[in-house]
């Protein structure tokens, strides 16, 4: 079983990818964020879940990637193709009215949240299984769907990569499972940007939300 994570290196990337291992410890991983330092620390915490087979660390900061970036990463993974695609990746720049949003912050968003997710998928979806069998996890949140003030770029990549994810699963019609999940509030570093005063142990844990997410991209639940 091979399955990609992005933003791998974040709270509830970190758990999936520990779920994932615990569930199936000889499931090779791909595992992308920004930071290296933070990828081979999520490689050690691997090992020490049972992992038997070493992931593929991939650092790329999707601010200054290029189409080249994601075209290399196809092409690395071409033999052995994939069966799973989880999209987590995101940034937010904190809440502002549009008239405070700093331009380049916004432009950073839509690169992490929304263009980065179009560019694997353009790039990995025939890598997938075309049998049914391939899956692709979408990551989203509640202003996705129902657009809230102040929210930025980050509800606006959101909004986007939901069309995107429901323009797969249309035009997949079946030979690709696609699935949108919005978690429940989990401490993390994103959460706290937005909701800085909170007592995170009042939050649901990581490793509870991501639980489903594992068995699914694993092909052990129907969602
Ligand atoms: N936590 C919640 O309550 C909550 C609620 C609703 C939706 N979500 C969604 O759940 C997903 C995961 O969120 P989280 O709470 O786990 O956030 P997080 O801990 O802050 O993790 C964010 C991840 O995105 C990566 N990332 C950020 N900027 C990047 C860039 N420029 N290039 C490449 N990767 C970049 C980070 O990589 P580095 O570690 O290398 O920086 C990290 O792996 C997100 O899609 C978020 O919108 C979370």
Not at 124 to 143: E, H, I, M, N
């Amino acid at each position: 079983m091979r399955i990609l994570i992005d933003g791998a290196t974040g709270v509830l990337g970190r758990a999936l990818a520990e779920q994932i291992i615990r569930a199936e410890p000889a499931a090779e991983l791909i595992l992308l964020a920004r930071h290296k330092p933070r990828l081979e620390a999520l490689d050690d915490l691997l090992r020490e879940a049972g992992a038997t087979t070493a992931p593929m660390l991939v650092p790329l900061d999707y601010t200054q990637a290029n189409a080249g970036h994601f075209a290399e990463l196809a092409s690395a993974l071409i033999p052995e193709g994939l069966d799973a695609l989880a999209l987590l990746a995101a940034t937010h720049s904190g809440l502002h009215p549009l008239d405070h949003l700093k331009p380049r912050d916004f432009d950073q968003s839509l690169k992490v949240g929304l263009y980065a997710p179009y560019w694997l998928l353009h790039h990995l979806l025939r890598l997938l299984k075309a049998d049914g069998g391939g899956r692709v996890l979408g990551v989203s949140d509640d202003v996705g769907a129902q657009a809230k003030p102040f929210w930025g770029g980050y509800g606006i990549a959101k909004s986007g990569l939901d069309t995107l994810l429901e323009q797969l699963r249309q035009e997949a019609e079946g030979s690709l499972a696609v699935r949108r999940v919005v978690p429940p509030p989990v401490a993390s570093p994103l959460r706290g940007l937005v909701y800085p005063g909170e007592n995170p142990k009042a939050l649901t844990p990581a490793a509870e939300v991501v639980a489903p997410w594992a068995d699914w991209l694993l092909g052990r639940s129907d969602g």
